[in-house]
């Protein structure tokens, strides 16, 4: 059973970076999907990036490319999300999800495993 932890939430001021880590467990190979999601209060659940791990090749919403980098470590089972230039439209819970799929999908019904997430908060 794959499972997610999310570390390294806060809160920071605009324009501070934060990272956040998803220490996946479970996975018994490297094809899979793995993806950052986030949701504020009152709207939906939207797909901010994602990784392959058999690859690397990465995938962004507009709204985050150039401020925000995914990688992903697999002899440690760790992604992570570096966010740079961080604005008060980032502030929301940040999810870690996985899928086994060599298919980037943004949609997060397409997600099977599903971290507890973390708080961000960006101050103006």
């Known amino acids: 059973q794959v499972q997610l932890v999310e570390s390294g939430g806060g809160a920071v001021q605009a324009g501070g970076s934060l990272r956040l880590s998803c220490a996946l467990s479970?996975?018994?190979?490297?094809?899979?999907?793995m993806a950052w999601f986030r949701q504020a209060p009152g709207k939906e659940r939207e797909f901010v990036t994602g990784i392959f791990l058999s690859t690397g090749l990465t995938s962004y919403t507009d709204s985050v490319k150039g401020r925000f980098t995914i990688s992903s470590d697999n002899a440690k089972n760790t992604v992570y999300l570096q966010m740079n230039s961080l604005k008060p439209e980032d502030t929301a819970v940040y999810y870690c999800a996985a899928r086994y799929t060599l298919v980037m999908y943004r949609t997060a019904s397409n997600y099977d495993y599903w971290g507890q997430g973390t708080q961000v908060t960006v101050s103006s």
């Open positions: 479970g996975r018994t190979s490297n094809a899979y999907t």
